[in-house]
T-cell receptor
Framework: NAGVTQTPKFRILKIGQSMTLQCAQDMNHNYMYWYRQDPGMGLKLIYYSVGAGITDKGEVPNGYNVSRSTTEDFPLRLELAAPSQTSVYFC??????????????FGPGTRLLVL | AQSVSQHNHHVILSEAASLELGCNYSYGGTVNLFWYVQYPGQHLQLLLKYFSGDPLVKGIKGFEAEFIKSKFSFNLRKPSVQWSDTAEYFCAVNANSGNTPLVFGKGTRLSVIA
């Protein structure tokens, strides 16, 4: 298993540009998550999904959109990039069942710089 | 809403020293508790977790944590650290009911020096 994969690893955007951060998992996990990690701030949940076609906002959803058309993929979309979105983005997934009690498996992260 | 406090921003220890990283949470109900580790340049990995039962939980690489319900704490310990333990450590919690995602603390950076 590849686990949780993320692309790209690093990206520089200009203010106002848009991009999609890709996340895929091959573990048949129902639950998937997007976090951002800022220095000294820990991880903040952006969006999560409990299954294909279902998404929910996390703590910091403004400026982002997600979709979940398949179990495997959970892309994160930035429509109008702002400097405040400079961060490291982590995707995670967890087992089905009592999903939020289960371990989350994290991807390697995408480092985004908005200038 | 839940919150997690990690008291130490940066801890520096010599090899073989004992480690204890503090974690306190605020939530009135039953919780699940986690410690994740992020080694330099790598993604987060689970160290250990507590759902129920024995409040002393043993994880990988010799780490353990003790859940003290009366103190809302879940401190991470290791009797003797190694240079390879240099990493950032995150405590996380979620409610043991319903559809509540993890809430992470801000993290504690551990530097182990020879």
């Amino acid at each position: 298993n590849a686990g949780v994969t993320q692309t790209p690893k690093f990206r520089i955007l200009k203010i106002g540009q848009s991009m999609t951060l890709q996340c895929a998992q091959d573990m048949n996990h129902n639950y998937m998550y997007w976090y951002r990690q800022d220095p000294g701030m820990g991880l903040k949940l952006i969006y999560y999904s409990v299954g294909a076609g279902i998404t929910d906002k996390g703590e910091v959803p403004n400026g982002y959109n997600v979709s979940r058309s398949t179990t495997e993929d959970f892309p994160l979309r930035l429509e109008l990039a702002a400097p405040s979105q400079t961060s490291v983005y982590f995707c995670a997934s967890s087992y089905p069942g009592l999903a939020l009690q289960e371990t989350q498996y994290f991807g390697p992260g995408t480092r985004l710089l908005v200038l | 809403a839940q919150s997690v406090s990690q008291h130490n921003h940066h801890v520096i220890l010599s090899e073989a020293a004992s480690l204890e990283l503090g974690c306190n949470y605020s939530y009135g109900g039953t919780v699940n508790l986690f410690w994740y580790v992020q080694y330099p340049g790598q993604h987060l990995q689970l160290l250990l977790k507590y759902f129920s039962g024995d409040p002393l939980v043993k994880g990988i690489k010799g780490f353990e944590a003790e859940f003290i319900k009366s103190k809302f704490s879940f401190n991470l310990r290791k009797p003797s650290v190694q240079w390879s333990d240099t990493a950032e450590y995150f405590c996380a919690v979620n409610a043991n009911s319903g559809n509540t995602p993890l809430v992470f603390g801000k993290g504690t950076r551990l530097s182990v020096i020879a």
